[in-house]
């Protein structure tokens, strides 16, 4: 798996945009992106996964530049409810079934 | 639409006795997972079953663990005469395959805690 490097923690306030950008400069051809999002005491959710340009689903965006070298998840018009860690991962199709969560992305939404 | 379900949520056992944590996966969902979660750290991987086959079980102790995914029922990990270092958070993930668009969803865990 592709090592990971992210902020470990970030502030915002209630209707801004959060952006977390994650550092990946040794992805494989082969690797995908995928984020994660836990909130205490729950399980990791699945947020996005995408291999190269811009990936949009009902939750988040996901940017990813031509040298796949990093890639930023766009939070738009965050709650207070989307206080939670966010993580990053890296890995490839067939292989990279052993996930491996680091410290991740303290998000912390204020009011 | 029920998620992966996974009880207990929490469990609380004294050395030496068993442990057993239970996860049913997503319906259509053929491939389990389970991670570890020790306080102040990420989740772990332990392993990887399909339907009556482990697949890899190279992140799970040699001695005291075990999983099982049997033909019906649930996916059972099972921690024997358990000591307090296995006080975690245990949880189990699932998915259609390990390719790309086959995500893995995880489950509320089970909290386990040693006396």
């Known amino acids: 798996l592709a090592k990971t490097t992210q902020p470990i923690s970030m502030d915002s306030y209630e209707g801004q945009e959060v952006n977390i950008t994650c550092s990946h400069n040794n992805i494989a051809t082969n690797d995908y992106i995928t984020w994660y999002q836990q909130f205490p005491s729950q399980g990791p959710r699945f947020i996005i996964q995408g291999y190269k340009t811009k990936v949009t689903n009902e939750v988040a965006s996901l940017f990813i530049p031509a040298d796949r070298k990093s890639s930023t998840l766009s939070l738009p018009r965050v709650s207070l409810s989307d206080t939670a860690v966010y993580y990053c991962l890296v890995g490839d199709s067939w292989g990279d079934y052993k996930l491996s969560f680091g410290a991740g992305t303290t998000v912390t939404v204020r009011a | 639409n029920a998620g992966v379900m996974q009880n207990p949520r929490h469990l609380v056992r004294r050395r030496g006795q068993e442990a057993r944590l239970r996860c049913s996966p997503m319906k259509g969902h053929s491939h389990v997972y389970w991670y570890r979660q020790l306080p102040e750290e990420g989740l772990k991987f332990m392993v990887y079953l399909q339907k009556e086959n482990i697949i890899d079980e190279s992140g799970m102790p040699k001695e005291r663990f075990s999983a099982e995914f049997p033909k019906e029922g649930p996916s059972i990990l099972r921690i024997q005469q358990v000591v307090r270092g296995d006080s975690a958070a245990y949880f189990c993930?699932?998915?259609?395959?390990?390719?790309?668009?086959?995500?893995?969803?995880f489950g509320d865990g089970t909290r386990l805690s040693i006396l």
């Open positions: 993930a699932s998915s259609t395959g390990t390719g790309e668009g086959q995500p893995q969803h």
